[in-house]
């Protein structure tokens, strides 16, 4: 019988041994299957989160592209109002330029006269007496105030300094608009 022992057990210990081997394995692929699971798990997490953050980021894009497209064509319509009063402001540079030159013109030719009234209380004109006026001859009937003429060399310097002071004044208007429109 000490045999039989023996072979009992190498049997038992075979037996055994085949057991925990094939737990061992058996555990193991379990192991191994519910490792693979929670990868795949969050690997598909990890995807998701990825589309999701792709998807956040083409929709900043979007509103970013569209954002600057409001912007520009905020400013193409800026720059037509701005582009729009430069030409204004050249037309009424030139209107004024021209009425200018007119006037210097009419003034070189004698076909016209600046004048100024003159205080009746100050100068005393020829023929009054005491700053009044005396009454109109059959000959005509100037009942107006005085006026004395100024000679056309002080005209035309007063035109000069009129006509500076209207390109000033438009210039001062064209800067102002300028101002309004960049400020809106």
């Known amino acids: 019988m000490p045999m039989n022992w023996r072979i009992a057990l190498l049997a038992v210990a075979v037996g055994l041994y085949a057991g925990g081997r094939g737990a061992w394995v058996w555990q193991a692929s379990e192991y191994g299957k519910q490792l693979a699971e929670q990868a795949t798990g ?3 997490q990890l995807a998701d989160k990825d589309r999701i953050y792709g998807r956040e980021r083409e929709e900043a894009a979007a509103a970013a592209l569209k954002q600057l497209a409001e912007q520009k064509s905020q400013r193409q319509a800026l720059e037509d109002r701005l582009e729009e009063q430069g030409k204004t402001h050249w037309k009424e540079m030139n209107d004024a330029q021209q009425t ?3 006037l210097r013109d009419r003034l070189a030719t004698a076909d016209l006269r600046l004048s100024v009234l003159v205080d009746a209380g100050t100068f005393a004109a020829p023929g009054c007496a005491g700053g009044v006026r005396e009454a109109a001859g059959t000959g005509g009937v100037v009942h107006g ?5 100024l000679d056309p060399a002080h005209a035309q310097r007063i035109i000069g300094i009129t006509d500076t002071g209207d390109r000033g004044m438009i210039a001062l ?8 429109e960049v400020t809106k």
């Open 42 to 44: 969050y690997v598909q």
């Open 100 to 102: 200018q030159d007119r």
């Open 145 to 149: 105030a005085v006026r004395a003429r």
């Open 173 to 180: 208007q064209a800067c102002q608009a300028y101002v309004r």
